[in-house]
């Protein structure tokens, strides 16, 4: 299945990103633990995967940009392997679009000072 992620927002306090997954705005949903911080919200009535929330969000993007592995024993587990390697490719493309973001304005900030303006929250 192909899914459209987007940022939601972030809150830099708790250090949790919200993500929206093939929907439009976000709705209630039920949360389901997955593996490294990852919570993938799932529509009450239909199952549909709706949004995702990374708490330890710095830490999370930070592995997928060194490349270091992210076992996934319970998205496996739990039918939902494919929406967390999805969300995983998402934040690696976001990395990438940071850096050349960055290279092209010629400065380098931080990641996560630099994130926290790709995906602050709406004010």
Same mark, same amino acid.
């Not at 496996?76 to 960055?102: M, R, T, Y």
């Given at each position: 299945?192909?899914?459209?992620?987007?940022?939601?927002g972030?809150d830099?306090? =708790?250090d949790?990103?919200?993500?929206?997954?093939?929907?439009? =705005?976000?709705?209630?949903?039920?949360?389901?633990?997955?593996?490294?911080?990852?919570?993938?919200?799932?529509?009450?009535?239909?199952?549909?995967?709706?949004g995702?929330?990374?708490?330890?969000?710095?830490?999370?993007?930070?592995?997928?940009?060194?490349?270091?592995?992210?076992?996934?024993?319970?998205?496996?587990?739990?039918?939902?392997?494919?929406?967390?390697?999805?969300?995983?490719?998402?934040?690696?493309?976001?990395?990438?679009? =940071?850096?050349?973001?960055?290279?092209?304005?010629?400065?380098?900030?931080?990641?996560?000072?630099?994130?926290?303006?790709?995906?602050?929250?709406?004010?």
């Amino acid at each position: 299945m192909k899914y459209h992620i987007r940022s939601l927002g972030y809150d830099a306090e =708790s250090d949790e990103l919200d993500l929206l997954i093939n929907a439009d =705005s976000p709705r209630e949903a039920e949360a389901v633990a997955l593996d490294a911080g990852v919570y993938v919200r799932r529509d009450f009535q239909t199952g549909q995967v709706v949004g995702a929330f990374i708490r330890g969000y710095q830490q999370f993007a930070r592995r997928v940009a060194e490349g270091k592995p992210i076992p996934t024993p319970i998205a496996e587990q739990k039918g939902l392997g494919d929406v967390f390697q999805a969300i995983v490719e998402w934040q690696h493309q976001v990395g990438v679009l =940071s850096h050349e973001l960055a290279a092209h304005l010629g400065t380098w900030p931080p990641q996560d000072q630099l994130m926290q303006v790709l995906v602050a929250n709406p004010t």
